[in-house]
Structure formats: structure tokens, C-alpha cells
């Protein structure tokens, strides 16, 4: 094969891999034998799918080719022949000997006799090279590291590791090239031409009148076309000897009848992913200061603001072959000069407090110390920051309640809480715009000072407006909205006229962008499924469908300037990046280095001065030059930064507004900002008008959460994640699975020792702490952590709430909850507890339930009285509803809707509420005892309930008809209390859920109702009180009567370490045989962290040992035993031994 066929396979290997066409990927690179995928030849291994390991060897290597090639192939059916034995599936290990290992007999008959004679060993690690064998997992990552060594030295497989270097969608650029030749080629190009095949060269049929006109394509394969009139036709010398001619003006395939003449403030550079045109910016528009001296650049060349250069000729640059590359005179050269670090923002000038949580911040365009701020409470507020004056602060409040749509109203009665998703000041600061969480659109008029007036009200999307911005399409200011309804709407900002509504998005749309290139005025959007679109002022649909880097939560901006394109987004695996963009061809052009292996929260991003990118993450402010991949400086602001910090540049970047914890706002200045601060410093606000000027673009700072629910708490619950702007955190952070800290790798265990039960007895072998104590507390009933995972809420047997809070130290960089620092037992400042509602019952005697919203805002509790709403900033009691009889005994939230609440009580019964309406919707009858339990699948549409009655029932969550019941295996002769607990909890796969009961552990498949793992403790053992799976569901902590806590492989349940009390309780409490864990939970983050909850009122935290890292060594699995009910009873505690463990 030749080697330009040979490339041309490499770039169909890589617009396969593009389109997720994975299958056929690796069916050709097998069938090519061009590329080894190593990555998939790993999984393959790893996975033991040995067939189409061999298969895809066979595209490269035979057996017999060398050395090498032998040893790869006679590893791999070793390990394939001794996973038979484990499995004591003699047959398939009779099999693999005379089909696949015989072969090798010929080259080493002693190696080929001595594995024959392994089928004669019950167990094939009495032979002595094999002593050390583990288990299946392990041993095949041992194999994979010898197979790496064997492939990477084999000369068969010399250049055939490494994949060519390719610019992305590299064929998708040559089909392009190749359609704007041959549209430049027509006699009669169109200016829409209408481009249906590839199969055929295309052409332009005649023009009516004979018109030329320039030539963008809207097919949304093309990419960039050149417009006609730029190119001279052939001369006669042919394309071999090019005549000058002018460069022409590549701009985004869909934009028509560009100018000829630089605009004065934007680049002419064209934007597309290799076909598609490019969002330009995903928040806001960006419209650069007025610069007459731009070059137009090239598609690939590099930054030239106010610089001199050349423009070359490229070979990924969609111009003819017979235009020469020219020079534009007359340009002034970049000189300015300064110290990077220097130019940044990065001393902490003022620290502000805004009462709640910042969700969005906005400096304003002329007055540049005057900063606008919505916060997760609906609160607005506007601050003088040179003199730390907070002018305004206005909460939540409809204007006009009765014009109002009906769904509207029902969202507002339904949830009280109201976030505020984006603020954002029109270009001449005249007018701020506020997004609202839950439907509306509230636009102020500004005239000065503190003097801010209601100017519009919309009702302008069904669930959460998730962005909001300003553009000038026609000369007339308009507003543009995006939400949770999946659509973008266009409003007149004078009278508040709808003008267009754009519907095609798949999933809620998560920002706009109204930009403009030359005379083209155009809104680009992004959804939660990471679809990127771009608009037209002109109902005819998207011009663009493309997929955003990390396909989750990415937003774009352009420099100052408008030279330079880059995005920054954060995938639901906590991924993070800042890239810069060719435009002209949709491809990355270089990617900026220095993000945390995995964000926590999504990270946001700015830029200034058209010279550098800021981002917040790794609770701080990293900074780049926009020139250089390496990170240029981190800076921490003091500390107390949140996981991912919403970030906000004045317009002249010396001021960078930084959300903090405990609802502050830093302002980070350099020299010139400092100098501005003071000349505000002492003065009153000055709100004179100014020239209107240009607006700076927003970055996105709304935490989104797209992905599914995470699995619920210790409790049982999930939660509703529809609405992007009511699940952001306290800190920025989401309880996601992208949140949850991948688990250390298990080792493969010691094969020359016996495994043994890990005991930890005393307090140095773990990690332990006891959190500061209440006095009027007794006994902790219910514990969860926040979902940001930096404080631990408990509820009292005598209804008294606790929050304990972990602050950001040298001893802490997260501020994560954890062993190694004590938390504060945190109260507002107005002294206030949160106490339920007792009714006339004594509440020792009653049944704690409680369950906490998304963003930690809102806790909803009861303790046999009625059920409260409290708010977790202030403390306050917001509403109290369903006064008993009877009582509710547990809370969870339907989590497609956060209407519906499921509560359990104490009559048997299961109301479904809804909150909206004030009115119980349906009542599940089922139980014969009280409610214990209950945990919403997402996944499989169902609620699973369980009861004292010790029964299981699994109930559809659309029309709430039972589907199945089932009583738990109770083991022969166990008698259990009258009224003893059942807890239910879905695994993060939602499909498998966890049961705990005195007597046991189980796991359960939902749609079946079949138990598929199950742990019983002996007789004489104590009862279970609590159990939890781990945030990733890897492990089961459970909690026992004699207070010793264990640790189970989720997987199989079986005791891996048992944590005894001598660990962390006194003698002298030990003494107290009535002192014991009443609840344990998990850490929403971190695996190998647990709390507990002890009748005595204490509560204390563990962690493993650093140097350990995890909660002892997982047991080997049972041969066989995988897939089998554990009906063998085994000992929770006591002796070390594991027999009967199952």
C-alpha cells in the first residue's frame, strides 16, 4: 500500500473515532495492521474477553513470527487455561490445553507436561511457581504489564504504537478544502449553495440575472467558505505557477454578504469543528474596544494583536492554489511591555459579605468598582467596592404575581427556594438583568448611586432560567434567555415583546452567547448534553450541531479583542480544560495545562487583557498567558476559597471578583486597581452617566448538574437534578459521582500468605475524631453529610439539629470534612437552633426522619411532630405542613420531581405529597408496620419501601401501583424485635439496593426483587443497628449494638476489617453497655470515610491510616460463589476467623 493510502486509512481511523463508531475503529486498525491500540488491548485483557484479544493480535502477529510474538500469545492462553482451573471448569481447561496450549509443546515439551499436570491439583497454586497467584483481577494487571514489555520490544509492532500527530477532524478540513475549490470553480456560485452530496463534484447552477454573490455553505457537514469574489479566476500559467492575488476573508460557512473592509473591532477569522461554524463565545457577548490596526489572520496563524506579520500560506488553510501570500502595511507592532505576574490581579484589597452564597457576579462596564451579585437565595445585590458600601440589596420577590402564567405560580409554591442562575449589565450599563431559578426574568433600570428601578418582569421559561444576555441584533436592545424548557428566546428589553423562539436543543440549555462577525448577528447556545448551536435572528433553525469538549458543562470566550477564541469545560468525570480554538477550522489549537485531576465542581473561567485566561479551581485562581500551554501562577486569595470559585474580571482587569466561603466575595486587585480602590476608598458613589460603551462577555458561573442523581445518602435518598440553578452547592460543589474521589487501586494480595481479617483496636491504627459536643444532646438519631462534603449534619432524639463545619486550613487545604482537623459546631449568629416541631408527644419517644436538599440550603425534618422546612444558612423555620396523626418516619424526594415527596408513617402507610398543591396525591397501602424506609431509582422509575414489618415492596413511580412485595430471609429461629427497623438504599448503579436489617445485609436486584448477596451475623452476635454503602457503593459500613463498626466488599459482602470500640470510646464508657452507634454515614467524596452517631450524643468521624489508605485488604472471592445467595451465617465480630463467611 502506498504511503499516502496508508495516511488516508490513519484519517479514516480518526473520523471513525470522532463519530464513536468504536467497533469498526478497532476492526480496522486490526484489519490495516497500520495502528496497535494499546488502551484497547488492555481493556480487552482486562475484561477477558480472549477471543477478540487473539483476533486483533492477528492483524498484527502470528504465533510463530518471532520470540516475542510467541511469549505474548502463550501468556495470554495461560492466564485464559488457569482461570478455568480456578473456576474448576475442567472441560473449558481440557479445552484450552489441546486447542490452544499445544501448540507450544513443540518449542518446550517440560513447560507443556508441567501445565498438563496442573488438571491433577484441587488447587492449581500448590504448585510452587503459582503460590502466589490471586485472584482473577490482579492477576491479569500482572500479565498486562509483561505483555506491554513483549509488545513494545517486538519488531513487528515498531511504529505501529504511537498514533500520527493530526490536527482534529483532519478529513473533514480536506472535504471542505475540496468543496470551497469547486464551488470557487463555478460559474455562477450561489450565495447559498446548496450542497446535498459528496458523491458528485458539485457546481452552481445559473444565478437568476446572472448575479455573483459570496458563497457561504449552510450545509452543516461544510466548514468555512471562501467567498467568491475574493478569489481571481485561473490564469494561464495554471495552478503550478500562482499569480497574486488578494487573501481572502474565510468567515463562518452560514454568515452571507461579508464586507470587504476590516471591521474595526473584530477578526474576520471564520469559526468551525472542521465542518460546523464554531460558537464564538458560550456566555455573553464580548465586544472589543475599537482597534483599527487588526490583521485579518490566517485560519492557522497564531495571535497578531496590534502586531506586524505575514500572512503565509498553510496547508490547513482553505485558500486557493494560486493565490500568493501578502503582507497588510502599515500595521503597528505589539510593544507594550510588562511583568505577567505583576499585571494580575492578586492581592486581596477587600473581602465582602454578601448574607448568602454568590451564584453570579458582574462588574459594571463604565463604573468599574461598582459590582452587581445574585446569590443562591434569590438576594440581589450592588456594592461600591472601593468603599465596601453595599448600596442595594433587594430579595426575591415577584413584582406582579397575578400576570403570572399558571405554571409559574405552581413553581413558586411548590419550592421556596430561588437562586439567582445569572446577572449581567447591558452594554451601557443602563439596565441589569437577573435569571431566576425558577422561570422569571427580572430587568432593572440603573440611574446611579442606589437608585435602581423595576423596568420588566418575564415569565420567560417552564423550570429554571439558566442564562441571560444582552445583544443588539437591528439596532434594538433586546434580552436573550435559555432554560430548563430546552429553548432560547429573544425579548425586546423596552416592552418586553417576545421576537423569536429557537427549539431544537435535546436537553436543557445551559448558556448563550449572542455575538456578531462583520455584519452578521448570530446567538450561540450550549446544553447539558453538550450539543453546541448557533442561531440567526430568522426562525430557520440551528446552523450548528456540534459537540462540546468534555459534552457536559463548557463555556467559550473571545479575548478583548475579538482576535482569539478559547473555551473552558469541566466533563461529569470531573475533567477540566481551557483550550484555544482555530477558528477557521474547528480544531483545538493548543490546550492549557494545570488542572487537578479532577475538578470539584465545574470549573469557570475569564480572560483580560487580551493576554491572559484566569479559572477557578483547586480552591484557587490559576492563571495563564494566552500564549504559553504551562500554568503561569496559582494564587489562593488568603484561603477560604471554594472548590471551583465563580470568577469575575472588571472591564479593565485590574479588579477580579472571587466568590469565597461563608457567603464572601474577594476582591483580588494589582497596582492599578489597588490605586482605584483608594481614590473610591473615602468618597460617596459618584453615579454620573457615562458614554456607553462596549459590554464585557460573562463566563457561565452556575454549577450544573446534568448527569443523573448520585447515589442517595446513608438515609436512602435521592434528590431531583432537572433544574441547574437548585442543586448548586454551598461551596460551588455538586454531590455527583464526578465528586466522588476514585478509590485507591486494590492491591493484589500477599499470594505467599493466607489472607486475614484486618481488626483495628486501637486508636493508633486509624484515624479518628470526636466532633465537639452539645450538652442538651443526648442521643443522635439521623446523621448525613452536606453534599459538599465539608460538614456533617446530625438530628437529635430530642429534635435538636447539630451542623458541625470544617473550615480551609494549613492542616486542611480542602476544607472536606475529615479526621485530622476538628470542625466548628457552627450556629448563626442569632444564636438560633433548628428544633422540630414536637407537637404534645415526648420526642425521646419518637421517630427522627430528615432529608436535605441538593444545595444544602434547606433541610426537611420531623420528630413525630409536624414536618418542618428549615433553612440551613439562617436556621430559620420556613414553613411547617402534614401535622400528625400520623406521624411521618422517613422523607425521601421523587428525583424527577421536586414537587413530590414520599413520606413514610407511622400508620403504614406511604403518602405521596405534593408540595405544590398542598395535597397528598396518592396513599400506598402495603406494610402492616410502620415505614422504615425508602429510596427512588431514577433508572427504573420505582420507589422501593420497607417496613418494621421486615417487608420489601417495590412500587411504580408514575401511576404508584404496587409491583412487588417480598419478606426478608429471616433466619430459622431468629426472633427479631416488634418494631424492628428495614432500611432500604439504591446502589449508584440504581438498579441494586442495599437492606439492612438486625439480622442481616443484603443486596437486592430492584426489578426482580431478588436478593443476590446476603451476610448474616450469628445468633449471639449483636443486632446491625445502621449500615451505608460508601459514596462510590465499593464498600458496606455497618454499625453494631456493641459498638463495634465493620467494613464489607460491597461486591460480594464480606468482612475485610473490623474497627472495635476500644478504638474510640473511653473505659469508662466502654463500661456503659447501653453507649452504642445509632446511625453511621458516608462522606459524599471520599470512599474510606465514615461517621457515627452514638446513643450518648457524640458523634465521631474515621478514616484509614494515611499510609494505608483504605479500610484493610478485600477477602479473595469464592470460586463460584459470585452470583449465589449468601445463606451461610457468619460472625460480625469475635474471633479473627472467617469460616462460614460467605
Same mark, same amino acid.
Given at each position: 500500500?502506498?504511503?499516502?493510502?496508508?495516511?488516508?486509512?490513519?484519517?479514516?481511523?480518526?473520523?471513525?473515532?470522532?463519530?464513536?463508531?468504536?467497533?469498526?475503529?478497532?476492526?480496522?486498525?486490526?484489519?490495516?495492521?497500520?495502528?496497535?491500540?494499546?488502551?484497547?488491548?488492555?481493556?480487552?485483557?482486562?475484561?477477558?474477553?480472549?477471543?477478540?484479544?487473539?483476533?486483533?493480535?492477528?492483524?498484527?502477529?502470528?504465533?510463530?513470527?518471532?520470540?516475542?510474538?510467541?511469549?505474548?500469545?502463550?501468556?495470554?492462553?495461560?492466564?485464559?487455561?488457569?482461570?478455568?482451573?480456578?473456576?474448576?471448569?475442567?472441560?473449558?481447561?481440557?479445552?484450552?490445553?489441546?486447542?490452544?496450549?499445544?501448540?507450544?509443546?513443540?518449542?518446550?515439551?517440560?513447560?507443556?507436561?508441567?501445565?498438563?499436570?496442573?488438571?491433577?491439583?484441587?488447587?492449581?497454586?500448590?504448585?510452587?511457581?503459582?503460590?502466589?497467584?490471586?485472584?482473577?483481577?490482579?492477576?491479569?494487571?500482572?500479565?498486562?504489564?509483561?505483555?506491554?514489555?513483549?509488545?513494545?520490544?517486538?519488531?513487528?509492532?515498531?511504529?505501529?504504537?504511537?498514533?500520527?500527530?493530526?490536527?482534529?477532524?483532519?478529513?473533514?478540513?480536506?472535504?471542505?478544502?475540496?468543496?470551497?475549490?469547486?464551488?470557487?470553480?463555478?460559474?455562477?456560485?450561489?450565495?447559498?449553495?446548496?450542497?446535498?452530496?459528496?458523491?458528485?463534484?458539485?457546481?452552481?447552477?445559473?444565478?437568476?440575472?446572472?448575479?455573483?454573490?459570496?458563497?457561504?455553505?449552510?450545509?452543516?457537514?461544510?466548514?468555512?467558505?471562501?467567498?467568491?469574489?475574493?478569489?481571481?479566476?485561473?490564469?494561464?500559467?495554471?495552478?503550478?505557477?500562482?499569480?497574486?492575488?488578494?487573501? @481572502?476573508?474565510?468567515?463562518?460557512?452560514?454568515?452571507?454578504?461579508?464586507?470587504?473592509?476590516?471591521?474595526?473591532?473584530?477578526?474576520?477569522?471564520?469559526?468551525?469543528?472542521?465542518?460546523?461554524?464554531?460558537?464564538?463565545?458560550?456566555?455573553?457577548?464580548?465586544?472589543?474596544?475599537?482597534?483599527?490596526?487588526?490583521?485579518?489572520?490566517?485560519?492557522?496563524?497564531?495571535?497578531?494583536?496590534?502586531?506586524?506579520?505575514?500572512?503565509?500560506?498553510?496547508?490547513?488553510?482553505?485558500?486557493?492554489?494560486?493565490?500568493?501570500?501578502?503582507?497588510?502595511?502599515?500595521?503597528?507592532?505589539?510593544?507594550?511591555?510588562?511583568?505577567?505576574?505583576?499585571?494580575?490581579?492578586?492581592?486581596?484589597?477587600?473581602?465582602?459579605?454578601?448574607?448568602?452564597?454568590?451564584?453570579?457576579?458582574?462588574?459594571?462596564?463604565?463604573?468599574?468598582?461598582?459590582?452587581?451579585?445574585?446569590?443562591?437565595?434569590?438576594?440581589?445585590?450592588?456594592?461600591?467596592?472601593?468603599?465596601?458600601?453595599?448600596?442595594?440589596?433587594?430579595?426575591?420577590?415577584?413584582?406582579?404575581?397575578?400576570?403570572?402564567?399558571?405554571?409559574?405560580?405552581?413553581?413558586?409554591?411548590?419550592?421556596?427556594?430561588?437562586?439567582?442562575?445569572?446577572?449581567?449589565?447591558?452594554?451601557?450599563?443602563?439596565?441589569?438583568?437577573?435569571?431566576?431559578?425558577?422561570?422569571?426574568?427580572?430587568?432593572?433600570?440603573?440611574?446611579?448611586?442606589?437608585?435602581?428601578?423595576?423596568?420588566?418582569?418575564?415569565?420567560?421559561?417552564?423550570?429554571?432560567?439558566?442564562?441571560?444576555?444582552?445583544?443588539?441584533?437591528?439596532?434594538?436592545?433586546?434580552?436573550?434567555?435559555?432554560?430548563?424548557?430546552?429553548?432560547?428566546?429573544?425579548?425586546?428589553?423596552?416592552?418586553?415583546?417576545?421576537?423569536?423562539?429557537?427549539?431544537?436543543?435535546?436537553?436543557?440549555?445551559?448558556?448563550?452567547?449572542?455575538?456578531?462577525?462583520?455584519?452578521?448577528?448570530?446567538?450561540?447556545?450550549?446544553?447539558?448534553?453538550?450539543?453546541?448551536?448557533?442561531?440567526?435572528?430568522?426562525?430557520?433553525?440551528?446552523?450548528?450541531?456540534?459537540?462540546?469538549?468534555?459534552?457536559?458543562?463548557? !463555556?467559550?470566550?473571545?479575548?478583548?479583542?475579538?482576535?482569539?477564541?478559547?473555551?473552558?469545560?469541566?466533563?461529569?468525570?470531573?475533567?477540566?480544560?481551557?483550550?484555544?480554538?482555530?477558528?477557521?477550522?474547528?480544531?483545538?489549537?493548543?490546550?492549557?495545562?494545570?488542572?487537578?485531576?479532577?475538578?470539584?465542581?465545574?470549573?469557570?473561567?475569564?480572560?483580560?487583557?487580551?493576554?491572559?485566561?484566569?479559572?477557578?479551581?483547586?480552591?484557587?485562581?490559576?492563571?495563564?498567558?494566552?500564549?504559553?500551554?504551562?500554568?503561569?501562577?496559582?494564587?489562593?486569595?488568603?484561603?477560604?476559597?471554594?472548590?471551583?470559585?465563580?470568577?469575575?474580571?472588571?472591564?479593565?482587569?485590574?479588579?477580579?471578583?472571587?466568590?469565597?466561603?461563608?457567603?464572601?466575595?474577594?476582591?483580588?486587585?494589582?497596582?492599578?486597581?489597588?490605586?482605584?480602590?483608594?481614590?473610591?476608598?473615602?468618597?460617596?458613589?459618584?453615579? /454620573?452617566?457615562?458614554?456607553?460603551?462596549?459590554?464585557?462577555?460573562?463566563?457561565?458561573?452556575?454549577?450544573?448538574?446534568?448527569?443523573?442523581?448520585?447515589?442517595?445518602?446513608?438515609?436512602?435518598?435521592?434528590?431531583?437534578?432537572?433544574?441547574?440553578?437548585?442543586?448548586?452547592?454551598?461551596?460551588?460543589?455538586?454531590?455527583?459521582?464526578?465528586?466522588?474521589?476514585?478509590?485507591?487501586?486494590?492491591?493484589?494480595?500477599?499470594?505467599?500468605?493466607?489472607?486475614?481479617?484486618?481488626?483495628?483496636?486501637?486508636?493508633?491504627?486509624?484515624?479518628?475524631?470526636?466532633?465537639?459536643?452539645?450538652?442538651?444532646?443526648?442521643?443522635?438519631?439521623?446523621?448525613?453529610?452536606?453534599?459538599?462534603?465539608?460538614?456533617?449534619?446530625?438530628? /437529635?432524639?430530642?429534635?435538636?439539629?447539630?451542623?458541625?463545619?470544617?473550615?480551609?486550613?494549613?492542616?486542611?487545604?480542602?476544607?472536606?470534612?475529615?479526621?485530622? !482537623?476538628?470542625?466548628?459546631?457552627?450556629?448563626?449568629?442569632?444564636?438560633?437552633?433548628? !428544633?422540630?416541631?414536637?407537637?404534645?408527644?415526648?420526642?425521646?419517644?419518637?421517630?427522627?426522619?430528615?432529608?436535605?436538599?441538593?444545595?444544602?440550603?434547606?433541610?426537611?425534618?420531623?420528630?413525630?411532630?409536624?414536618?418542618?422546612?428549615?433553612?440551613?444558612?439562617?436556621?430559620?423555620?420556613?414553613?411547617?405542613?402534614?401535622? @400528625?396523626?400520623? /406521624?411521618?418516619?422517613?422523607?425521601?424526594?421523587?428525583?424527577?420531581?421536586?414537587?413530590?415527596?414520599?413520606?413514610?408513617?407511622?400508620?403504614?402507610?406511604?403518602?405521596?405529597?405534593?408540595?405544590?398543591?398542598?395535597?397528598?396525591?396518592?396513599?400506598?397501602?402495603?406494610?402492616?408496620?410502620?415505614?422504615?424506609?425508602?429510596?427512588?431509582?431514577?433508572?427504573?422509575?420505582?420507589?422501593?419501601?420497607?417496613?418494621?414489618?421486615?417487608?420489601?415492596?417495590?412500587?411504580?413511580?408514575?401511576?404508584?401501583?404496587?409491583?412487588?412485595?417480598?419478606?426478608?430471609?429471616?433466619?430459622?429461629?431468629?426472633?427479631?424485635?416488634?418494631?424492628?427497623?428495614?432500611?432500604?438504599?439504591?446502589?449508584?448503579?440504581?438498579?441494586?439496593?442495599?437492606?439492612?436489617?438486625?439480622?442481616?445485609?443484603?443486596?437486592?436486584?430492584?426489578?426482580?426483587?431478588?436478593?443476590?448477596?446476603?451476610?448474616?451475623?450469628?445468633?449471639?452476635?449483636?443486632?446491625?443497628?445502621?449500615?451505608?454503602?460508601?459514596?462510590?457503593?465499593?464498600?458496606?459500613?455497618?454499625?453494631?449494638?456493641? /459498638?463495634?463498626?465493620?467494613?464489607?466488599?460491597?461486591?460480594?459482602?464480606?468482612?475485610?476489617?473490623?474497627?472495635?470500640?476500644?478504638?474510640?470510646?473511653?473505659?469508662?464508657?466502654?463500661?456503659?453497655?447501653?453507649?452504642?452507634?445509632?446511625?453511621?454515614?458516608?462522606?459524599?467524596?471520599?470512599?474510606?470515610?465514615?461517621?457515627?452517631?452514638?446513643?450518648?450524643?457524640?458523634?465521631?468521624?474515621?478514616?484509614?491510616?494515611?499510609?494505608?489508605?483504605?479500610?484493610?485488604?478485600?477477602?479473595?472471592?469464592?470460586?463460584?460463589?459470585?452470583?449465589?445467595?449468601?445463606? !451461610?451465617?457468619?460472625?460480625?465480630?469475635?474471633?479473627?476467623?472467617?469460616?462460614?463467611?460467605?
Amino acid at each position: 500500500m502506498s504511503s499516502l493510502s496508508r495516511e488516508l486509512v490513519f484519517l479514516i481511523l480518526q473520523f471513525l473515532d470522532e463519530e464513536k463508531f468504536k467497533e469498526t475503529v478497532h476492526k480496522l486498525e486490526q484489519e490495516s495492521g497500520f495502528f496497535f491500540n494499546m488502551k484497547y488491548f488492555e481493556d480487552e485483557v482486562q475484561n477477558g474477553n480472549w477471543d477478540d484479544v487473539e483476533k486483533y493480535l492477528s492483524g498484527f502477529t502470528k504465533v510463530d513470527d518471532n520470540r516475542y510474538s510467541m511469549k505474548i500469545f502463550f501468556e495470554i492462553r495461560k492466564q485464559k487455561y488457569l482461570e478455568a482451573l480456578d473456576k474448576h471448569d475442567r472441560s473449558k481447561a481440557v479445552e484450552i490445553l489441546v486447542k490452544d496450549l499445544k501448540v507450544f509443546a513443540s518449542f518446550n515439551e517440560e513447560l507443556f507436561k508441567e501445565i498438563t499436570q496442573l488438571l491433577t491439583l484441587e488447587n492449581f497454586r500448590e504448585n510452587e511457581q503459582l503460590s502466589k497467584y490471586g485472584d482473577t483481577k490482579s492477576a491479569r494487571a500482572i500479565m498486562l504489564v509483561e505483555l506491554k514489555k513483549l509488545i513494545e520490544a517486538n519488531p513487528l509492532f515498531r511504529d505501529k504504537l504511537q498514533f500520527p500527530n493530526l490536527k482534529n477532524s483532519r478529513l473533514r478540513t480536506l472535504i471542505n478544502q475540496s468543496l470551497n475549490w469547486q464551488h470557487q470553480l463555478c460559474k455562477n456560485p450561489r450565495p447559498n449553495p446548496d450542497i446535498k452530496t459528496l458523491f458528485v463534484d458539485h457546481s452552481c447552477g445559473q444565478q437568476p440575472n446572472g448575479a455573483r454573490a459570496p458563497s457561504p455553505a449552510n450545509n452543516p457537514l461544510l466548514g468555512p467558505l471562501p467567498k467568491a469574489g475574493g478569489f481571481p479566476p485561473m490564469g494561464a500559467h495554471g495552478p503550478f505557477q500562482p499569480a497574486p492575488g488578494p487573501v @481572502p476573508t474565510p468567515l463562518a460557512g452560514w454568515m452571507s454578504n461579508p464586507p470587504q473592509l476590516s471591521h474595526p473591532s473584530v477578526s474576520g477569522s471564520a469559526i468551525g469543528l472542521g465542518g460546523p461554524s464554531m460558537p464564538a463565545a458560550l456566555k455573553h457577548p464580548r465586544t472589543p474596544t475599537t482597534n483599527p490596526s487588526l490583521d485579518f489572520p490566517t485560519g492557522d496563524s497564531d495571535h497578531m494583536s496590534k502586531r506586524t506579520r505575514n500572512m503565509g500560506m498553510n496547508d490547513e488553510v482553505n485558500l486557493p492554489i494560486n493565490v500568493l501570500p501578502v503582507s497588510f502595511p502599515g500595521h503597528s507592532s505589539h510593544t507594550q511591555a510588562f511583568n505577567a505576574p505583576d499585571e494580575l490581579p492578586k492581592t486581596v484589597a477587600r473581602t465582602l459579605n454578601q448574607g448568602s452564597s454568590p451564584m453570579s457576579m458582574d462588574f459594571h462596564p463604565i463604573q468599574q468598582t461598582l459590582l452587581l451579585v445574585g446569590t443562591n437565595v434569590g438576594d440581589i445585590g450592588l456594592w461600591e467596592v472601593g468603599s465596601r458600601d453595599k448600596l442595594v440589596l433587594r430579595n426575591f420577590k415577584v413584582w406582579d404575581l397575578g400576570a403570572c402564567s399558571m405554571p409559574m405560580q405552581a413553581a413558586l409554591v411548590k419550592d421556596p427556594g430561588v437562586s439567582v442562575n445569572r446577572v449581567i449589565w447591558s452594554p451601557d450599563g443602563s439596565l441589569f438583568g437577573v435569571a431566576y431559578s425558577r422561570h422569571i426574568v427580572q430587568i432593572y433600570s440603573y440611574h446611579g448611586g442606589d437608585d435602581i428601578r423595576q423596568h420588566l418582569e418575564i415569565d420567560a421559561h417552564v423550570g429554571g432560567v439558566n442564562d441571560l444576555a444582552f445583544s443588539h441584533p437591528n439596532k434594538q436592545l433586546c434580552v436573550i434567555t435559555c432554560g430548563d424548557d430546552k429553548t432560547i428566546k429573544v425579548w425586546d428589553a423596552a416592552t418586553g415583546a417576545r421576537q423569536y423562539t429557537f427549539e431544537g436543543h435535546e436537553a436543557p440549555v445551559y448558556s448563550v452567547c449572542p455575538h456578531y462577525k462583520e455584519n452578521i448577528q448570530f446567538i450561540f447556545s450550549t446544553a447539558l448534553d453538550g450539543k453546541i448551536k448557533a442561531w440567526l435572528y430568522d426562525n430557520m433553525g440551528s446552523r450548528v450541531d456540534y459537540e462540546a469538549p468534555g459534552r457536559w458543562c463548557t !463555556t467559550m470566550a473571545y479575548s478583548a479583542d475579538g482576535t482569539r477564541l478559547f473555551s473552558c469545560g469541566t466533563s461529569k468525570d470531573g475533567e477540566s480544560h481551557i483550550v484555544e480554538w482555530n477558528e477557521s477550522e474547528g480544531a483545538v489549537k493548543r490546550t492549557y495545562l494545570g488542572f487537578r485531576k479532577r475538578s470539584l465542581g465545574v470549573v469557570q473561567f475569564d480572560t483580560t487583557k487580551n493576554r491572559f485566561l484566569a479559572a477557578g479551581d483547586d480552591f484557587a485562581i490559576k492563571y495563564w498567558d494566552m500564549d504559553n500551554t504551562q500554568l503561569l501562577m496559582s494564587v489562593d486569595a488568603d484561603g477560604g476559597l471554594p472548590a471551583s470559585p465563580r470568577i469575575r474580571f472588571n472591564k479593565d482587569g485590574a479588579l477580579l471578583a472571587v466568590s469565597s466561603n461563608e457567603n464572601g466575595i474577594k476582591i483580588l486587585a494589582n497596582s492599578d486597581g489597588l490605586r482605584l480602590l483608594r481614590t473610591f476608598e473615602n468618597l460617596s458613589y459618584d453615579a /454620573a452617566s457615562r458614554t456607553p460603551e462596549a459590554a464585557k462577555p460573562t463566563i457561565n458561573n452556575t454549577i450544573s448538574a446534568a448527569a443523573a442523581a448520585a447515589a442517595a445518602s446513608s438515609a436512602g435518598l435521592a434528590e431531583r437534578v432537572g433544574s441547574v440553578g437548585s442543586i448548586s452547592g454551598l461551596n460551588g460543589d455538586n454531590r455527583n459521582m464526578s465528586d466522588v474521589k476514585p478509590r485507591i487501586t486494590e492491591e493484589s494480595n500477599d499470594k505467599s500468605k493466607i489472607w486475614k481479617l484486618t481488626e483495628i483496636s486501637e486508636a493508633s491504627q486509624c484515624r479518628s475524631l470526636k466532633l465537639p459536643e452539645h450538652m442538651r444532646v443526648t442521643k443522635i438519631s439521623r446523621l448525613i453529610y452536606t453534599n459538599s462534603g465539608n460538614a456533617i449534619l446530625a438530628l /437529635a432524639s430530642n429534635a435538636i439539629h447539630l451542623l458541625w463545619k470544617w473550615q480551609r486550613n494549613d492542616r486542611n487545604a480542602s476544607g472536606k470534612a475529615t479526621a485530622g !482537623t476538628s470542625p466548628q459546631l457552627w450556629q448563626p449568629s442569632s444564636g438560633i437552633l433548628m !428544633t422540630n416541631d414536637v407537637a404534645d408527644m415526648n420526642p425521646e419517644e419518637s421517630v427522627s426522619c430528615f432529608a436535605l436538599s441538593k444545595n444544602d440550603s434547606y433541610v426537611m425534618s420531623a420528630s413525630g411532630g409536624k414536618i418542618s422546612l428549615f433553612n440551613m444558612m439562617t436556621f430559620k423555620t420556613m414553613t411547617t405542613f402534614m401535622a @400528625p396523626p400520623p /406521624a411521618a418516619t422517613f422523607l425521601a424526594f421523587h428525583p424527577q420531581d421536586n414537587n413530590i415527596i414520599a413520606i413514610g408513617m407511622d400508620d403504614n402507610t406511604i403518602q405521596i405529597y405534593n408540595v405544590r398543591v398542598d395535597e397528598v396525591k396518592s396513599k400506598l397501602k402495603g406494610h402492616s408496620k410502620r415505614i422504615t424506609g425508602l429510596a427512588f431509582s431514577h433508572v427504573l422509575n420505582v420507589l422501593v419501601s420497607s417496613g418494621a414489618d421486615s417487608q420489601i415492596c417495590v412500587w411504580n413511580s408514575d401511576g404508584w401501583e404496587k409491583q412487588k412485595a417480598k419478606y426478608l430471609q429471616i433466619p430459622p429461629g431468629r426472633t427479631t424485635a416488634a418494631q424492628s427497623d428495614t432500611r432500604v438504599q439504591f446502589h449508584q448503579d440504581q438498579i441494586h439496593f442495599l437492606v439492612v436489617h438486625e439480622t442481616q445485609l443484603a443486596i437486592y436486584e430492584a426489578s426482580k426483587l431478588e436478593c443476590v448477596k446476603q451476610w448474616v451475623q450469628r445468633e449471639s452476635s449483636a443486632p446491625i443497628s445502621h449500615a451505608t454503602f460508601s459514596c462510590d457503593s465499593q464498600l458496606v459500613y455497618a454499625c453494631f449494638l456493641d /459498638a463495634t463498626v465493620c467494613v464489607f466488599t460491597a461486591s460480594h459482602l464480606r468482612l475485610r476489617c473490623r474497627v472495635n470500640p476500644s478504638v474510640y470510646l473511653s473505659p469508662s464508657v466502654l463500661s456503659n453497655l447501653n453507649v452504642h452507634p445509632m446511625v453511621i454515614a458516608a462522606h459524599p467524596q471520599e470512599p474510606n470515610q465514615f461517621a457515627l452517631g452514638l446513643s450518648d450524643g457524640m458523634v465521631h468521624v474515621f478514616e484509614p491510616l494515611e499510609s494505608e489508605g483504605k479500610w484493610g485488604v478485600p477477602p479473595p472471592a469464592e470460586n463460584g460463589s459470585t452470583s449465589n445467595v449468601a445463606g !451461610t451465617s457468619s460472625p460480625a465480630r469475635g474471633s479473627g476467623s472467617e469460616q462460614g463467611q460467605r
